[in-house]
């Protein structure tokens, strides 16, 4: 027992200590043990999976350089290692000097949280200041409608853009001739998004002379459907083509729409990967090939697959776009001079 103290007054005294200790950390929780350990964190929500969000964020600084920190400042882009939860992302404004500390996570499969934690003054860090917490009412609220005009809106409006390219880190031939039959058959590109949802499946017919489009459209909540049909003349080194007594009409498929887009999203076109990156797909020196692009708001992305009706025994994506074929033939019919 220390001298001077009474049972009663140590007593006291410890209680005093557990109760302050118990705030203490009950404070420090608050603080960096809430959701995110970001309390004044400015949360934006996107309406888009996080990893098209980072994909949004990487395309951004690639269009925009001077927003990219400049020099080995000591924070990169990523995740601190496999555990951490948020994906960390910098910025820079060149005019005030100043690096923009950001992190996404996500909401929901479709959803991600995009915040904006706070300022640094300078390339030397260690004079970060908080958002929603450091700055004064007026300034606070300036810097957040600063990081909406220059970050949050860009990243927002950013098309996420998906094109294979060859080992040369170039797009294969396809996607370099697409942009002239767009303009032969009168369609916009899609490279910029689709308000819902647009699909084009290319496709050679069989006897290699004739090819075909078909164009399934979802708007305003109604389904539309084009074929086309022409026969062409490619260039020497198949870096142009002149199609030949184009046909067009609109359909609907037999079964309905409602069974058709059943039995089409069973096939998963929307999402399948490029024939490319399929170990071990089939090597075809010449012969049909499929491209398929797909459009939706925010996103556009296009892949092919070579010969899918042989590649179709052993891969199981290319049996995929064969059956997408098939069904499509099935319930729209052929245009004069096609065949699958």
Request: proline share 5%.
């Amino acid at each position: 027992m220390l001298k001077g103290l009474s049972p009663d007054c140590c007593g006291s005294v410890k209680r005093f200590i557990t109760i302050f200790f118990s705030v203490l950390v009950t404070c420090l929780s608050g603080c960096f043990l809430a959701p995110g350990s970001y309390p004044y964190s400015e949360d934006y929500e996107i309406d888009l999976p996080e990893e098209d969000v980072i994909k949004a964020i990487k395309a951004f600084k690639t269009d925009n350089p001077e927003f990219v920190v400049p020099g080995p400042v000591g924070y990169m882009d990523g995740r601190k290692d496999s555990a951490d939860y948020w994906y960390h992302a910098f910025f820079y404004y060149s005019k005030e000097n100043v690096i923009v500390n950001t992190w996404t996570r996500p909401v929901s499969r479709y959803k991600t949280t995009f915040a904006f934690v706070g300022l640094n003054s300078g390339l030397q860090l260690g004079n970060w200041k908080l958002i929603n917490h450091d700055f004064g009412r007026s300034e606070n609220k300036r810097q957040k409608k600063l990081f909406e005009e220059r970050i949050l809106n860009a990243i927002k409006n950013t098309t996420i853009s998906e094109v294979p390219l060859s080992k040369h880190g170039l797009p294969y031939g396809y996607y370099r001739r697409k942009p002239q039959m767009e303009q032969y058959l009168n369609l916009h590109s899609l490279e910029n998004g689709f308000d819902s949802l647009q699909i084009r499946i290319w496709y050679k017919s069989g006897d290699y002379e004739t090819s075909n489009l078909f164009v399934l459209k979802s708007q305003s909540a109604e389904w539309q459907a084009d074929q086309f049909n022409w026969t062409y003349q490619e260039s020497v080194h198949g870096d142009s083509v002149w199609p030949v007594g184009i046909q067009h009409r609109q359909s609907v498929p037999r079964s309905g729409w409602q069974v058709f887009i059943g039995e089409l999203n069973a096939l998963e076109l929307t999402t399948l990967q490029d024939s490319h990156s399929i170990k071990d797909y089939p090597d075809f020196a010449d012969g049909s090939g499929v491209v398929v692009e797909v459009a939706s708001k925010k996103r556009y992305r296009i892949y092919s697959y070579a010969e899918p009706k042989q590649a179709a025994k052993n891969v199981p994506e290319a049996a995929r776009i064969n059956a997408a074929l098939e069904l499509i033939e099935n319930e729209f019919g052929e245009i004069a001079g096609s065949s699958h």
